[in-house]
């Protein structure tokens, strides 16, 4: 019998919410390589404009245990720093893993920065047990937002 798992990340940034969110979430295909390039060699989008329905992939160098991903952003709203997407391909998808989804959620917090909320759901195919491939992928999800908030911290007129 497969299982349907999830977890939650917070995360706290001093950077505003509507930077962050453009940056680590929204421009992410764009950004990552260029400030991250160790792990993501290329993103770009495949299908979309960026809007809801768009779908966009993500080619990983060899720090990451596959070789790429493509993801679906299912809901969007910009004004609310939130969007919630779907794995369609790569990233264990058929391997390992029948289904997994994100949704993201930036919000202001009381000090000017920003609080990250992240909740995962996946679903694992049936008699497949993994842990090293989730942890990695709970270990990296910090790691975008930190990532991109070094970036904005050292320039401070982007993505304004």
Not at 22 to 44: C, E, N, Y
Not at 130 to 155: C, M, Q, R
């Amino acid at each position: 019998m497969a299982s349907t798992n999830s977890w939650i990340h917070e995360i706290e940034s001093p950077v505003a919410a509507p930077r962050l969110f453009r940056a680590a979430v929204m421009d992410w295909h764009t950004l990552a390589p260029k400030i991250a390039s160790h792990i993501v060699a290329s993103a770009h989008l495949v299908d979309g404009d960026g809007n809801v329905g768009s779908i966009r992939q993500f080619n990983f160098t060899s720090a990451m245990p596959f070789s790429h991903m493509k993801e679906r952003l299912d809901f969007l709203d910009a004004d609310k720093c939130e969007c919630k997407s779907t794995l369609v391909e790569g990233g264990g998808i058929g391997k390992a893993i029948e289904m997994a989804t994100s949704h993201i959620k930036v919000e202001p917090a009381a000090n000017g920065g920003s609080v990250v909320k992240v909740e995962s759901t996946y679903k694992l195919l049936p008699g497949v047990e993994v842990k090293d491939e989730i942890t990695e992928a709970k270990e990296s999800l910090p790691a975008i937002f930190k990532t991109a908030e070094g970036y904005l911290v050292a320039n401070p007129d982007a993505y304004n």
